[in-house]
C-alpha cells in the first residue's frame, strides 16, 4: 500500500511541475508576440516619421529654388506666388514626379492644339498623352502664367483682391483647371504650412504676419463630418503627424473620438 501512495504521489507531482512548465512556456510565447507587435508599431510609426520628413524636406528645397520665379511672374501677371507655388509643389510631387524629371513641366500642362514646343508622352487621363517639355525650369513657370492669362474662363481671378490666394485656389477649380474636389483644400493648406502667402507680401510691399494656431489647443473631438484630412488642415499638421501622434495604424475615426493635435 506504501508503494501505492508513493507512486501516485509520484505521479501527482509530476503533473503540477508540467503544468506549470507549459504555463510559463505559454507566458513567454505571449510575451515574445506582444513583443513582436509592439517592436512593429514602432518601426511602422518610425518609418512614416522618416517618410514624413523626407517629404517636407524636398518641399522646402522647391520653395527655395522656386520662389523667385514664382514671384517674378506674380509681379508680371498678377498671379499670387503662393499659388503658382503651391500648384508646383502639388502638380510636380515638389519636383520629384517622373513627368517633371523628364520634361522639366511643374504643373502638368498638356500640349494642346498649337503648340509648337517640345514634348512627351506620359500616362494621366489617358495612356500616352502628350505634355509641354521644356528645356528651363523657368520656362514652365512662364507657361503657366500665360496658360490662365490667355483663357477667358480664368479672366474672373484677375480681378480678385492682389494676394487673395484663397479666392484664388477656389476659382481655379470653378473654371475647371482640376477634376479633383479637393483641390482649393490642398492648395490652401499648402499655403498655410509653409506660409507662402508670405511671397504675395514680399511683391505687394506689405508686412508679413504669421498666422500661427493657438498654443492653448492641445486636442481635438470629432464630430460629424470630420476626416483626418480636414483635421490636419485645421491644425497645420499632416495626416501622417497626426496618425503618428495619435498611434492610429488607419485613418478611420470615430464620432467623440479625442485626437492628440500637439506634438
Known sequence: MKIKYLLYSICIVGLIVSCKSKKRTAERVVTSKKEIVVSRQKEKKSVQSIKTSTIQNK??????R?????MNEMRKYKIPASITLAQGILESGSGFSELTKKSNNH?????????SGGRVYHDDDEKGEC????????????????????RSRYAKLFKLKKGDYIKWAKGLSAAGYATDRRYPA??????????????????????????????NITNHIVVKGDTLYSISKKYGLTVDELLIIN?????????????NIKK
Do not use: M
Open 131 to 150: 505634355f509641354r517639355k521644356y528645356k528651363d525650369p523657368s520656362k514652365s513657370f512662364r507657361d503657366h502664367s500665360l496658360f490662365l492669362v490667355e
Open 186 to 215: 490642398k492648395l490652401i493648406g499648402l499655403i498655410e504650412k509653409y506660409q507662402l502667402y508670405k511671397y504675395d507680401t514680399e511683391v505687394l510691399g506689405k508686412p508679413f504676419k504669421h498666422k500661427l494656431k493657438p498654443n
Open 247 to 259: 498611434s492610429l495604424t488607419s485613418s478611420t475615426i470615430n464620432i467623440g473620438q479625442v485626437l
Open 59 to 64: 518641399t522646402v528645397s522647391y520653395i527655395e
Open 107 to 115: 504643373f502638368g500642362i498638356k500640349c494642346h492644339k498649337g503648340w
Open 66 to 70: 522656386f520662389k523667385d520665379a514664382a
